[in-house]
């Protein structure tokens, strides 16, 4: 199980470091929400208290590496927000249920989560259009609207970096955190 202040407090202290502008008004809604304790899922990975922020941290690592490693030159602070952030709508959907012994949605799965997580952001920070571009597509052909196939050659053309994040979040979820079933 993780360490769940440890993982907050770097967590924090890594969304400071960005020096974005109101970053301290978004960290203090996080710490209002339950995005610290929730789980990254009901079942396919990480469906424990706190599951959400270590896949969070996990995405972060991994994307900085195929940053790295490929020297793709997306900026730090970018790198931050969107591994980071980018399940950021999975606040407050989730609950514990003592009977069944496992979290369940206490509210409808968000569709097109990315794009909801860009909605939640933007009333704290700005993002850039790359940022936004890498949240809203991290579930690649995946998003639930079925919308992917329609906008993909305009993502290949204005954001190819969104295949990044969408291979850190699926790189982190297969291999690190589950089986992804």
Request: net charge neutral; glycine share 4%.
């Amino acid at each position: 199980m993780p360490n769940i202040e440890e993982n907050k407090k770097l967590v924090i202290d890594i969304l400071k470091s960005t020096g974005r502008f109101n970053i301290d008004k978004l960290i203090d809604a996080l710490e209002k929400s339950d995005f610290f304790e929730a789980p990254a899922s009901t079942r396919f990975h990480l469906s424990y208290k706190g599951g959400l922020v270590e896949h969070s941290i996990n995405v972060f690592n991994v994307l900085q590496k195929l940053n790295d490693t490929f020297k793709i030159n997306i900026p730090y602070e970018s790198v931050v927000i969107v591994g980071l952030l980018h399940d950021v709508c999975k606040t407050n959907i989730y609950h514990w249920n003592d009977k069944k012994q496992q979290y369940q949605l206490k509210v409808l799965a968000p569709k097109e989560h990315g794009k909801r997580s860009v909605k939640l952001l933007k009333k704290y920070i700005q993002l850039t259009l790359k940022e936004e571009e890498m949240i809203k597509w991290h579930m690649n052909h995946y998003t639930w609207d079925g919308n992917f196939k329609k906008e993909e050659d305009r993502l290949k053309d204005v954001c190819p970096e969104a295949y990044l994040a969408y291979f850190a979040d699926h790189i982190s979820s297969l291999f690190l955190e589950g089986d992804g079933k």
